[in-house]
């Protein structure tokens, strides 16, 4: 069923367990993300940017919001499975109206660039509107950018637990994405990969409230190496690798947002496919590969955060 993504990630909380996000542009990604839940018995919480939704609709968001919604409220209703849908880094207010009045369960206010002032009175705006609605609120606290340079990880671009407090209390949001030394992308670390385990800890201790790491793939290294095999240059990747998740599973966080894995597994699948079958030209068939590897992404994904068997 189609449920509040408040009940998916309330109920990893009080387990101990994280969920994947997964962001998704279109049709085939749903697929694959429905059948690994249900193959798992795994929660799935789907999400969208506000660039998935413009794609969606064929450059107007709001018609993308609505076909999104329908999609995925087709699939859910079908399955015994929870599944959420998420606006993910919601930074308009035209695009966060438009994904509640759509129907989405939860949306994102990234008000994270913005002074911390500021970002809480933005957060705090949008958590009255989306409640309002019964959608149910994810902010952020902290930089994500330039964390890949060890240099430019400065202290201040990390979250502040102090600061986490105060923001939670004021805003009354329902999950917080803390910074802790992750970024977005395939290139996310040049020395060896770490995070911040004492501010997760911290962040936890003072807000008691599912937390989300964003920025969260692992960068498999052999959907990477499959890519480059048939092509691609993918030089340098580097991502989170499952240790650490678990790591920061146990210290408090409950929703990891996963795009650049799925987008990796694919591409590797899909430019393996053409490779060996040159005379292949139905992209029911050019995309067996690329289905077979996304599902595995995610399925290896939920036995590792531990949502497996958690629907
Ligand atoms: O955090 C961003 C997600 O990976 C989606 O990115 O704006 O390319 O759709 P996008
Ligand atoms: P990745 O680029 O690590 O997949 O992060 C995705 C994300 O944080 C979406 O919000
Ligand atoms: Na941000
Ligand atoms: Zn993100």
Redesign the pocket.
């Known amino acids: 069923p189609y449920v509040d993504t408040k009940v998916i990630l309330e109920n990893a909380d009080k387990h101990g367990y994280g969920v994947p996000a997964l962001?998704i542009?279109n049709l085939e990604f749903l697929h694959y993300i429905i059948e690994a839940g249900v193959k798992k018995n795994s929660p799935v919480i789907i999400?969208?940017?506000?660039?998935?939704m413009k794609?969606a609709g064929n450059g107007d968001f709001r018609k993308g919001a609505e076909i999104f919604v329908k999609m995925v409220k087709a699939f859910a209703d079908e399955v015994d499975i929870p599944v959420a849908l998420h606006l993910?880094?919601g930074k308009s207010f035209e695009h966060i109206v438009a994904a509640i009045k759509a129907g989405y369960s939860s949306v994102m206010i990234d008000a994270s660039e913005h002074p911390f002032e500021e970002n809480m009175k933005i957060t705090k705006e949008i958590v009255k509107i989306a409640h309002a609605a019964g959608v149910s609120v994810e902010a952020e606290l902290g930089q994500l950018a330039g964390i890949e340079d060890e240099a430019v990880a400065a202290e201040n671009v990390l979250v502040d637990p102090d600061e986490a407090k105060k923001f939670v209390e004021e805003t009354g949001v329902d999950f917080l994405a803390p910074a802790v030394g992750t970024s977005?992308?395939a290139f996310k670390f040049k020395g060896a990969a770490k995070i911040d385990y004492d501010r997760i800890k911290k962040v936890k201790e003072y807000t008691k409230i599912p937390l989300v790491l964003?920025?969260a793939s692992s960068v498999v290294p052999e959907f990477v190496e499959i890519a480059e095999k048939h092509g691609a240059d993918f030089g340098g990747a580097k991502g989170v690798p499952s240790e650490i998740l678990q790591e920061a599973v146990k210290c408090g966080i409950n929703k990891v947002?996963t795009?650049?894995d799925l987008r990796i597994a694919f591409v590797a699948g899909l430019r393996e496919f053409l490779n060996a079958n040159p005379k292949e030209f139905d992209p029911r068939k050019y995309f067996k590969l690329a289905r077979e590897y996304t599902i595995k992404v995610i399925t290896d994904r939920m036995d590792v955060l531990g949502s497996t068997g958690k629907a």
């Open positions: 962001n542009n999400e969208t940017s506000q660039g998935a794609y993910d880094h977005h992308g964003h920025g947002n795009d650049t």
